[in-house]
């Protein structure tokens, strides 16, 4: 059982910055990989940017440029830095853990609210 918590969400104006954590804990010692998924009303949830397997990382389109994925393997923790967020990168931001070798093979966090505006 893997467990996943979430921080740093809330409302930013355009242009603006927000950090945020994800907590790992459980069984977390079989090799694994996370990443950051959103979800806008009325949309599906879409991968923003992630950790590989191979060890890359990979970042959607939309993203590029502005987000950055990071992690601290002693906290357990990955982060999502974003910088010059636009109103359409207002969604639901869930953290993602995913097993390579184990089944299930994926946990979610419970999801924090990013809302850009003026």
């Known amino acids: 059982q893997v467990q996943l918590v979430e921080s740093g969400g809330g409302l930013v104006q355009p242009g603006g910055s927000l950090r945020l954590s994800c907590a790992a804990s459980?069984?977390?010692?079989?090799?694994?990989?996370m990443g950051w998924y959103r979800q806008a009303p009325g949309k599906e949830r879409e991968l923003v940017a992630t950790f590989t397997f191979d060890g890359s990382t990979y970042y959607a389109d939309a993203v590029k440029g502005r987000f950055t994925i990071s992690r601290d393997n002693a906290k357990n923790t990955v982060y999502l830095q974003m910088n010059s967020l636009k109103p359409e990168d207002t969604a639901v931001y869930y953290c993602n853990l995913r097993k390579r070798w184990a089944r299930p093979s994926d946990y979610w966090g419970q999801g924090t609210q990013v809302t850009v505006s003026s």
């Open positions: 459980g069984s977390i010692f079989s090799i694994n990989v």
